[in-house]
């Protein structure tokens, strides 16, 4: 089990690849397809069948990292998504199409997790 708790919200992955969200929510980020504050830790049924591996929360936007996959969701205001077809929040994650990951990692609003 592993996650990230920044700024008023919470992701922990447990060891089957499950993502649990909770906390702020106002752009998305819990990628729960709503905005609203959630103040129990519930499953991410948006990546179900999906084996998360490693998840970075920055201040309005999650990185979900899987197999062979990365997915971001949240809010896109300055392109940290990495998803250029969704400019306002992305409610549930969406697949990042091209990239090496290197390691996820966010910052306040800034995605410091891809090379190009």
Wanted: negative net charge; hydrophobic residues 40%.
């Amino acid at each position: 089990m592993d996650g990230c708790w920044p700024y008023g919200r919470g992701a922990v992955r447990l060891g089957a690849g499950e993502l649990f969200v909770c906390g702020h929510n106002k752009e998305g980020q819990l990628g729960l397809n709503h905005t609203e504050d959630v103040l129990r830790f519930t499953l991410c049924t948006a990546l179900s069948g999906f084996h998360v591996k490693e998840v970075a929360c920055g201040w309005d936007f999650a990185i979900i990292v899987g197999i062979g996959l990365v997915l971001s969701c949240g809010s896109n205001a300055f392109g940290q998504l990495e998803v250029p077809q969704i400019s306002g929040p992305c409610l549930t994650p969406q697949k990042i199409e091209d990239g090496l990951l290197i390691r996820a990692e966010t910052a306040m609003q800034t995605t410091l997790k891809c090379v190009w």
